[in-house]
């Protein structure tokens, strides 16, 4: 049999897999948008697998390059969201009570991802079915080395003095703060600048999570206001502690070891704020240009996502 554009994508199935549990027109977008959210989840996990393997490999260019389309996919996670947004409370409440337990925070592919950039929480296990397939994946993710063990395997590659308490750390753990590491960090920012092009664009990735979830929030807010979310959770109070919540966990706790003589050079690195020597020039971001997601509303009132902004100059 020829393959054919709609045999290959295989079209039908994909479009047989919307199934609204109402009559009303808007619930249709509302599984779309999801659906393609779980898509993009699926290719952000693949590009990250391969970031930590490249790191892994010593591969710095291949790693950059996969670190641009993992914050061009995160930059459209953003986007999408202005889709979503417009649905109307009363569109949304319509069909509201026919998606019962079903939430969001069901996602295991969003835990998987928050698992592989570090922030790893064990008990996030419970809310799956013990024999599901789910909660197998999540489990082999616990395990695994994160985004920040593989840069530290690929510092210690280029032959920086790695801890060895960080080298053998329980991964499925929280990073611990390290003044060494801190040190080494300082020092490539003063003196190794494509390693330092490398932290910047996974700068650049925490932030990007951290517009996701910001945004998410302010449009669960606009939806459903303060009720209870579908899942039982709080709804908005839950999701508000998300944020600012770094999500490469090593390099925010290094943090607590920043030398105080210097002051601040440009922002954070998964909540790590990077410093170094009195005169040093802040370089512009690639997703946003600031050290938070926090947003002022432009003219309209609406917020403007700072994803919108370009990267600097080299960086695309």
């Not at 703060?177 to 600048?193: G, K, N, T, V, W």
């Not at 910047?200 to 925490?206: I, M, Q």
């Not at 210097?262 to 997703?287: K, N």
């Amino acid at each position: 049999m020829t393959l054919t554009y709609t045999s290959y994508l295989k079209i039908d199935e994909l479009l047989a897999l919307q199934d609204p549990q109402s009559d009303e027109h808007d619930e249709v977008l509302f599984i779309i948008i999801h659906q393609v959210y779980e898509l993009w989840f699926k290719q952000l996990l693949h590009e990250l697998d391969r970031l930590c393997r490249l790191l892994r490999e010593g591969e710095v260019a291949p790693a950059l390059h996969t670190l641009k389309r993992t914050l061009t996919i995160l930059k459209l996670a953003v986007a999408q969201t202005d889709i979503l947004e417009t649905m109307t409370p009363l569109e949304f409440v319509s069909f509201r009570d026919r998606l019962e337990t079903a939430s969001g925070s069901q996602s295991f592919q969003f835990r998987e991802l928050e698992f592989v950039l570090g922030l790893k929480q064990s008990t996030v296990l419970d809310d799956f079915d013990p024999e599901s397939e789910d909660r197998h994946r999540l489990k082999a993710r616990l395990v695994e080395p994160t985004v920040w063990d593989a840069l530290i395997s690929h510092l210690l590659r280029r032959g920086y003095a790695v801890p060895s308490d960080l080298l053998q750390r329980d991964v499925t753990q929280p990073v611990k703060p390290s003044p060494a590491m801190q040190e080494i960090l300082l020092r490539i920012y003063r003196e190794d600048p494509e390693t330092m092009e490398l932290c910047e664009r996974l700068v650049d990735l925490d932030e990007g999570v951290q517009e996701w979830r910001y945004r998410h929030v302010k449009m669960v807010e606009r939806t459903i206001g303060t009720k209870q979310g579908t899942g039982g959770s709080s709804g908005v109070r839950f999701l508000r502690r998300t944020l600012f919540n770094p999500t490469t966990r090593g390099f925010a706790l290094a943090n607590a070891c920043c030398s105080p003589d210097t002051r601040i050079r440009r922002g954070r690195i998964g909540g790590l704020t990077v410093r170094s020597e009195p005169g040093a020039t802040p370089r512009s971001t690639s997703i946003t240009s600031g050290s938070s997601p926090s947003r002022l509303p432009n003219a309209s009132g609406r917020v403007t996502p700072r994803c919108s902004e370009t990267y600097p100059s080299g960086s695309r």
